[in-house]
T-cell receptor, first 110, second 115 residues
Framework: QQQVKQSPQSLIVQKGGISIINCAYE??????FPWYQQFPGKGPALLIA?????SEKKEGRFTISFNKSAKQFSLHIMDSQPGDSATYFC?????????FGSGTKLNVKP | GAVVSQHPSWVICKSGTSVKIECRSLDFQATTMFWYRQFPKQSLMLMATSNEGSKATYEQGVEKDKFLINHASLTLSTLTVTSAHPEDSSFYICSATLEAPDTQYFGPGTRLTVL
């Protein structure tokens, strides 16, 4: 059973555009929702994270929107750059147990 | 801060041999370390959770006798793939947590290829 569903599988965005990646979860016990960025051949790097007591968190060009009632959260990358091209994973966690989404491969065209 | 290293970054071995992968937290003491496996173009699958000085907790379907985990100190955990076979070829990634729960920092990964 997949705990976290992520979409789309791949995404192509023009430079300067907005990249949006969505995730949904079922287990209401999850209390930590991070996003990770992974480049080929590298380990994931923590990008931004949110807890369910807030609906939005912004750090630079990256924003997480969180809808507790819908059990959904999304990552918005504003002013997307070619350097943002990577695979992005959402995750949901509780008591240090992480469940990862299937990943979204983002390609930002120059 | 919060840097996690892995060694080696890649390894090629013959079928039937054992391979040890090290995971170190360089600038912090990690109460808990995790080991993940990632197949090409797929997500991370948790293999086991290890706490310093205690036995690792393995996820369902992961053979504990095949994937030996030792967490000897607060900065070092090792994963040994015993009697490796080609189907064990994968990208193995460790992560470590600080005292604050839920924040996992990942290592750069180790690419294992078993011939």
């Amino acid at each position: 059973q997949q705990q976290v569903k992520q979409s789309p599988q791949s995404l192509i965005v023009q430079k300067g555009g907005i990249s949006i990646i969505n995730c949904a979860y079922e287990n209401t016990a999850f209390d930590y929702f991070p996003w990770y960025q992974q480049f080929p051949g590298k380990g994931p790097a923590l990008l931004i994270a949110i807890r369910p007591d807030v609906s939005e968190k912004k750090e630079g060009r990256f924003t997480i929107s969180f809808n507790k009632s819908a059990k959904q959260f999304s990552l918005h990358i504003m002013d997307s750059q070619p350097g943002d091209s990577a695979t992005y994973f959402c995750a949901a966690a509780n008591f240090n147990k992480f469940y990862f989404g299937s990943g979204t491969k983002l390609n930002v065209k120059p | 801060g919060a840097v996690v290293s892995q060694h080696p970054s890649w390894v090629i071995c013959k079928s039937g041999t054992s391979v040890k992968i090290e995971c170190r937290s360089l600038d912090f003491q990690a109460t808990t370390m995790f080991w993940y496996r990632q197949f090409p173009k797929q997500s991370l699958m948790l293999m086991a959770t290890s706490n310093e000085g205690s036995k690792a907790t393995y996820e369902q379907g992961v053979e504990k006798d095949k994937f030996l985990i030792n967490h000897a100190s607060l900065t070092l955990s090792t994963l040994t793939v015993t009697s490796a076979h080609p189907e064990d070829s994968s990208f193995y990634i460790c992560s470590a947590t600080l005292e604050a729960p839920d924040t996992q920092y990942f290592g750069p990964g180790t690419r294992l290829t078993v011939l």
